[in-house]
T-cell receptor, first 114, second 116 residues
Framework: DTGVSQDPRHKITKRGQNVTFRCDPI?????LYWYRQTLGQGPEFLTY????????KSRLLSDRFSAERPKGSFSTLEIQRTEQGDSAMYLC????????????FGPGTRLLVL | AQKVTQAQTEISVVEKEDVTLDCVYE???????LFWYKQPPSGELVFLIR??????QNEISGRYSWNFQKSTSSFNFTITASQVVDSAVYFC?????????????FGSGTKLNVKP
């Protein structure tokens, strides 16, 4: 299997700018997840898609964040009007739709907001 | 509420030493899954193992072994004869079924430094 891929791997932006990240899951996986990881912490759940439907959003996902998975394949995560507090690693994971599911993670996009 | 605690923030060992990474979890669910992931400096979380709550058998895979004890809500990870390539941050995670999907809760990670 080709693993989960994310693009870009690194992003530096100025406060107030919009940024968009892309995630390509493992091809036969219909579940896709976004997580945020800050320094010294474990990943925190942001949102979840089953096929193209966004079924769950964390309270961490403010109104400035939006995620899409238009055709049930790749997904995008957009942050509008970025703030310095948005600086983090954004991780994408995918899994099959199974009772015992293992989430497989991509390499992440490291965002720095100046 | 679900919670995973990895009390060891950072551990340093010399190559060939054995090292155990601790993980304690909290959940009221009777069905759950426990995971260990490795995060090398490149950033990608690499899946190592999954156990379900009904299977307390310990597992060994090469130099890696896992000790699951429901009585103490622990799922500890031991690396035998550590190597420099084992240097990474290791995360323990708990997964419970809620809102029609398996939600993951991660600990804060243990950074393992293996020195030559």
């Amino acid at each position: 299997d080709t693993g989960v891929s994310q693009d870009p791997r690194h992003k530096i932006t100025k406060r107030g700018q919009n940024v968009t990240f892309r995630c390509d899951p493992i091809s036969e996986h219909n579940r896709l997840y976004w997580y945020r990881q800050t320094l010294g912490q474990g990943p925190e759940f942001l949102t979840y898609f089953q096929n193209e439907a966004q079924l769950e959003k964390s309270r961490l996902l403010s109104d400035r964040f939006s995620a899409e998975r238009p055709k049930g394949s790749f997904s995008t995560l957009e942050i509008q009007r970025t703030e310095q507090g948005d600086s983090a690693m954004y991780l994408c994971a995918s899994s099959r739709q199974m009772i015992q599911e293992t989430q497989y993670f991509g390499p992440g996009t490291r965002l720095l907001v100046l | 509420a679900q919670k995973v605690t990895q009390a060891q923030t950072e551990i340093s060992v010399v190559e060939k030493e054995d090292v155990t990474l601790d993980c304690v979890y909290e959940t009221r669910d009777t069905t759950y899954y426990l995971f260990w992931y490795k995060q090398p400096p490149s950033g990608e979380l690499v899946f190592l193992i999954r156990r379900n709550s009904f299977d307390e058998q310990n597992e060994i895979s090469g130099r890696y072994s896992w000790n699951f004890q429901k009585s103490t809500s622990s799922f500890n990870f031991t690396i035998t004869a550590s190597q420099v390539v084992d240097s990474a941050v290791y995360f323990c995670a708990l997964s419970v079924f809620a809102d029609n999907f398996n939600k993951f809760y991660f600990g804060s990670g243990t950074k393992l430094n293996v020195k030559p």
